[in-house]
């Protein structure tokens, strides 16, 4: 089974996502901070031969071997990984690493062409959507330093460069179910996504290809 969440930044993929891995017991994958990984090994100087990004067991990002999942989360990373994610060569090594991880297994993964390019046989495919507004609230309360202003300039910026790179823009596959988030709490669109799962799981039905 594998369940696809797409969506523009901050718009709680990983939130959804984390909520149905742990419902159905499936391993979760945060793509974006693969990206993000990417982003932090240019920053060190490093070239894309010398980067070598994994996950581990535990969900884990790995640069070279060392633990960078607690230190993705930063401005100047949001941007970086934004911006290697136009570049073909890091594409094409980060969807390979992404279809590896998820051969054979039950996953929820998350991105932005999870379900157009990496999984286009997902069971599930799920397009969270929200107000930019709404999303730079969201993610300056989260992060408590940042200022809604200065935030919701860098989600327009983010979200214009994920939807007019050239490969794999930012867009809804034909077949998920877009799910609009500014009027819904957490919990409701939680509610809505498992409805959807529980529904394939019983029909055991694939999506049409
Ligand atoms: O989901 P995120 O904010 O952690 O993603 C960071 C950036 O990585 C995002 O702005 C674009 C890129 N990305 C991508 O191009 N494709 C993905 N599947 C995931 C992320």
């Known amino acids: ?10 718009s ?27 982003a932090l090994g240019f ?12 996950m581990n067991d535990a969900g884990r990002i790995l640069l070279n071997g060392e633990d960078v999942s607690d230190i993705l989360h930063t401005p100047k990373l949001d941007q970086g990984s934004s911006r290697v994610a136009t570049r073909p060569e890091v594409r094409q090594l ?26 286009p046989h997902a069971n599930v495919k799920i397009f969270l959507d929200a107000s930019a507004q709404e999303r730079a609230r969201r993610r300056a309360n989260e992060r408590h330093q940042l200022r809604l202003d200065e935030t919701l300039r860098d989600i327009i910026a983010r979200d214009t460069r994920d939807q007019t790179r050239t490969i794999a823009p930012l867009n809804p596959a034909s077949d998920a179910t877009i799910i609009h988030t500014d009027n819904k709490s957490l919990a409701e669109v939680i509610s809505e996504a498992i409805a959807l799962v529980e529904e394939r799981l019983h029909t055991g039905e694939q999506v049409a290809n």
């Open 94 to 119: 980060l969807v390979r690493l992404q279809q590896e991880i998820a051969e054979g297994r039950d996953v929820v993964m998350e991105g932005r062409d999870i379900g157009t390019v990496v999984l």
């Open 1 to 10: 089974m594998q369940i696809a969440i797409d969506g523009p930044a901050a």
């Open 12 to 38: 709680g993929k990983t939130s959804l996502g984390r909520a149905l891995a742990q419902r159905f017991g499936f391993l979760f994958i945060e793509t974006g901070k693969m990206y993000r990984a990417v």
């Open 43 to 54: 920053d060190r100087g490093l070239s894309i031969d010398n980067i070598h990004v994994t």
